[in-house]
């Protein structure tokens, strides 16, 4: 994220008029229904192990993709176990289970297995990689 921010502070400065947001309903009735905004976000401890990997899996939203849903909600019963159909330009991708199950999930992965797994998918085009 540090990186993120550096890179767009050293764009220069883009001067646009822009049209004032019209936000229509229902999403209006969900927006107002949100809680407060976060003033301070707490920093997160790289060296933190656990607590910066759950901060990692959140702010890359990999539930969104890797959690089954129980109608339009996540089934947080089975949070991360994979099995959602993803239809991408290239066909439907099955998502995988990414909890510790031995079986079938990534429980049996040493850290290399999983840091090739995640240079796998860095760049591909098309089918992703097996």
């Given at each position: 994220m540090q990186a993120i921010v550096a890179y767009m502070n050293s764009l220069p400065p883009a001067k646009s008029q822009l049209p004032r947001t019209s936000i229509t309903f229902p999403t209006s009735m969900w927006i107002k229904g949100l809680p407060s905004p976060v003033y301070r976000v707490p920093?997160?401890?790289p060296d933190g192990g656990e607590a910066y990997g759950d901060y990692l899996t959140r702010i890359a939203a990999c539930e969104s993709c890797h959690t089954p849903l129980k109608g339009f909600q996540p089934d947080l019963s089975l949070r991360f176990a994979g099995g959602?159909?993803?239809d991408a330009f290239f066909g439907v991708?099955?998502?995988?289970?990414?909890?510790?199950d031995e079986g079938s999930g990534i429980g049996g992965w040493n850290y290399l297995q999983f840091e090739k797994r995640m240079r796998d998918y860095q760049n591909y085009r098309g089918n992703p990689p097996a």
């Amino acid at each position: 994220m540090q990186a993120i921010v550096a890179y767009m502070n050293s764009l220069p400065p883009a001067k646009s008029q822009l049209p004032r947001t019209s936000i229509t309903f229902p999403t209006s009735m969900w927006i107002k229904g949100l809680p407060s905004p976060v003033y301070r976000v707490p920093p997160v401890d790289p060296d933190g192990g656990e607590a910066y990997g759950d901060y990692l899996t959140r702010i890359a939203a990999c539930e969104s993709c890797h959690t089954p849903l129980k109608g339009f909600q996540p089934d947080l019963s089975l949070r991360f176990a994979g099995g959602r159909d993803l239809d991408a330009f290239f066909g439907v991708v099955t998502v995988a289970n990414i909890t510790p199950d031995e079986g079938s999930g990534i429980g049996g992965w040493n850290y290399l297995q999983f840091e090739k797994r995640m240079r796998d998918y860095q760049n591909y085009r098309g089918n992703p990689p097996a």
